[in-house]
């Protein structure tokens, strides 16, 4: 069991982040887990170091019924067996057992102190190797500039860093291996077209700042029903009539601007979404399905495979449950993001074919 969180220790981590340690403690401990008897926590807690805090966490539980799991160290090229429950937390640049970077300060030169970045693990079970890469992509900063162009400034960012992060796995210093990427992609819908879709027979207002004239706020209204309000929009206002659209078969209609992905579809494969957006949800704990008027709905959080691991995944012709790509706590607050999750079984020897991964399980 694979676990990524993105910003932990939440938005005041300097005064949570206490509480994160009790909160790893307490899982690693807890009655829920008495069968998985190893497991690997890395905790990127050292916000201090702004120049390499990224606010990742990475859990891995290992069941009492796997036998022979080895992971990669990444400093002395070769795999080691887990054993135990361990814990690393503060500085992990000095982990050898995984691959950590906090994308370059330029890539979003909007936000001072992001925290974005990704981490990297690769493990082997039965002949099997994989690696698996926690990731935290860009945000959008203005939903008035991500309207603007299609696709967005921001689509453009993030497209960067994805395909920074791609290069970095795939390139000469290790071998090849397949794998599994998952954490909040921050991909949205492409605004420009969504607006127009949502707000096709509305007329626009744009209301401009009074000393600089920069448009501060579009207000959508029907051409008829008594000028009815459908849509405002400001900075960080996303403020639509009818939230039902997003929820309705799971927001199915909406999926057509999930473009984000479409760049990578040759080194990136998704299992068909069927879940409503995962973000931006309220984080009012009496209102589970309402989502916040800040943000359009959008996909943020997914699991997203190389191709060669989609083969890896056993589908049975018996079972189309035995592989399930959902969210968790629907009607739950959860914070503003629903976790997403995927659960499969790996064909045993599926990984032998594979770039020889199959000698991993024979070193020390």
Not at 196 to 217: G, P, W
Not at 303 to 313: N, P
Request: with cysteine.
């Amino acid at each position: 069991m694979a676990l990524h969180c993105q910003e932990f220790g939440g938005k005041n981590y300097e005064a949570s982040m206490s509480h994160v340690d009790k909160f790893v403690k307490e899982l690693l401990s807890s009655d829920a887990m008495k069968d998985y008897n190893r497991a690997r926590v890395y905790l990127d807690e050292n916000y201090k170091s702004q120049e390499h805090f990224t606010a990742l966490g990475s859990f891995y539980f290992l069941h009492e019924s796997l036998k022979n799991i080895y992971q990669f160290d990444f400093k002395a090229k070769k795999y080691k067996k887990v054993t135990g429950k361990e814990i690393y937390s503060d500085t992990l640049e000095s982990t050898p057992m995984l691959e950590k970077e906090k994308f370059p300060q330029d890539y979003f030169p909007e936000c001072k102190w992001s925290r974005k970045g990704f981490i990297r693990t690769r493990w082997c079970i039965t002949d099997c190797a994989f690696d698996l890469v926690n990731i935290h992509l860009f945000h959008d900063a203005s939903n008035l500039i991500a309207w603007e162009t299609s696709p967005s400034v921001y689509s453009g960012i993030r497209h960067k860093a994805l395909g920074y992060v791609l290069d970095r796995i795939i390139d000469q210093r290790f071998e090849k291996v397949s794998y599994f990427v998952f954490g909040d992609f921050n991909f949205r819908l492409d605004a420009k077209a969504v607006v127009e879709t949502l707000c096709a027979k509305a007329t626009m207002q744009t209301i401009r700042a009074a000393d600089t004239n920069e448009v501060v706020k579009l207000i959508f209204r029907e051409s008829d029903n008594d000028r009815k309000v459908m849509l405002q929009l400001e900075k960080k206002l996303f403020d639509y009539f009818n939230q039902d659209v997003f929820r309705d078969n799971n927001g199915t209609a909406l999926l057509e601007f999930d473009r984000e992905l479409s760049v990578f579809k040759d080194r990136l494969y998704e299992l068909d979404i069927s879940f409503p957006p995962s973000y931006p949800y309220s984080e009012d704990s009496s209102q589970g399905r309402q989502y916040m008027n800040t943000r359009c709905p959008a996909w943020c959080d997914r699991i997203l495979m190389s191709h060669s691991a989609k083969e890896l995944i056993l589908k049975s012709e018996n079972d189309e449950k035995i592989v399930i790509y959902d969210h968790i706590g629907p009607n739950v607050c959860m914070g503003d993001h629903k976790p997403v999750f995927l659960s499969f079984r790996i064909a045993a020897g599926a990984g032998k074919p594979i770039a020889n991964v199959h000698k991993c399980c024979v070193v020390q």
